[in-house]
């Protein structure tokens, strides 16, 4: 069995430059037209026959994508088809996304990759019945991921579409639950901490805060948190306590209505400015069903709105908030959907846990296969 032997990237591969196909000039068909990001399109016809790999060169440099079928690779990328390597091509996608290709950026402007620095890395090459071995091996467990991927998606779906089913899709479905109530009259609404207030001298200590890059569409990213020097009476006042539903204020209109429901995720946080923080006091409304019925088309539609709008960017205040049209269904109908909707989470949280473990694998074996120890 012959030994693998160290190369650099460039030896056993050519990265070629994409041809530009501008939006207006492509034409109806079936062809995929890749950009640094992965798909941006349909033509007419193809630059290529697959199979291919599609490598981010301008934007999102580094990125890694693969077509089995013909494709048009336009200009802000590089291609590596089978003229232009000897390897097994899945093996060096593989081998590609692992490199620290994203990292190789020299630009202060629009990030871009140089192929003469990636051409610099060196690599470890397997024969080539290795790497079909390899490819075999990782693309079984990447098959995995995607499941795993697709199912979280899958299941997500039906607390959506029993949403709609009990509540109704278009505002007309909506509004037959009767007159709609402004949110003020059901639920107290705050906006947070501001960062760089002065402080007068009074006595401070830090404290978590939720910020707009934590608050998604029902769910929290704490990934990343930020710590704030606050008052006591300031902690006492934005403390966030179970149940409280966070809205964000602002960003791209798609992104009006984004929020969640706190559920104690840490012993203690507050949150900011740009998050408001909407606390339900009424009995006959349950805060899950107002963070789904504020996601809604109905609720985006509503915020779309009155939303102050420029150069794509929209945002609310608390006014507008506080005047949303909240439907108040009986409370049983509300509760039936947040049956659903827990179910749904707990088998999702489930299902997250094993796709980490998969995707713990893969990059095990990712790691192991271009270090030499698969």
């Not at 579409?161 to 505002?171: P, V």
Request: proline share 5%; glycine share 6%; hydrophobic share 40%.
């Amino acid at each position: 069995m012959k030994a693998s032997r160290s190369a650099l990237l460039g030896d056993i591969c050519e990265f070629r430059y994409g041809r530009s196909l501008p939006a207006n000039q492509r034409l109806p068909g079936n062809v995929t037209v890749f950009g640094s990001n992965g798909p941006v399109g349909r033509h007419s016809e193809s630059l290529l026959q697959g199979p291919a790999i599609v490598v981010g060169r301008k934007g999102s440099l580094g990125e890694i994508h693969f077509s089995e079928r013909a494709l048009w690779p336009i200009d802000t990328t590089y291609y590596i088809d089978e003229t232009a390597t000897e390897c097994d091509l899945r093996w060096l996608y593989y081998l590609l996304k692992h490199l620290p290709l994203t990292s190789l950026n020299k630009s202060a402007a629009i990030p871009g990759l140089n192929r003469e620095d990636a051409y610099r890395l060196s690599v470890l090459v397997p024969p080539l019945d290795e790497q079909r071995r390899i490819a075999a091996i990782l693309d079984k467990a990447d098959a995995l991921r995607r499941q795993r991927k697709r199912a979280i998606e899958q299941i997500d779906r039906i607390t959506q579409s029993t949403f709609f089913e009990l509540f109704g899709h278009t505002s007309d479905e909506v509004l037959q639950w009767g007159n709609p109530v402004a949110l003020a009259d059901l639920a107290d609404i705050g906006s947070g901490i501001t960062k760089g207030r002065k402080l007068n001298g009074q006595k401070t200590r830090e404290v978590p805060y939720m910020a707009v890059v934590n608050v998604q569409d029902r769910r929290l990213d704490l990934s990343t948190i930020k710590m704030i020097e606050a008052s006591e009476e300031e902690i006492s006042r934005y403390r966030l306590a179970d149940g409280d539903l966070l809205l964000t204020e602002g960003g791209d209109p798609d992104k009006l209505g984004r929020g969640t429901l706190w559920a104690g995720e840490l012993p203690e946080a507050i949150h900011q400015n740009h998050i408001f923080r909407v606390r339900v006091r009424s009995d006959s409304l349950l805060p899950l069903f107002l963070n789904w019925l504020v996601s809604s088309p109905y609720g985006k539609r509503y915020f779309l709105n009155v939303a102050k709008q420029t150069t794509g960017i929209a945002s609310i205040n608390k006014t507008q908030l506080s005047q949303f049209p909240t439907i108040v269904p009986p409370i049983e109908v509300q509760q039936r959907f947040v049956d659903v909707a827990n179910a749904v989470a707990a088998e999702t949280k489930h299902l997250l846990s094993s796709s980490n473990s998969i995707d713990f694998l893969f990059s095990s074996l990712q790691h192991r296969a271009f270090s030499g120890q698969l």
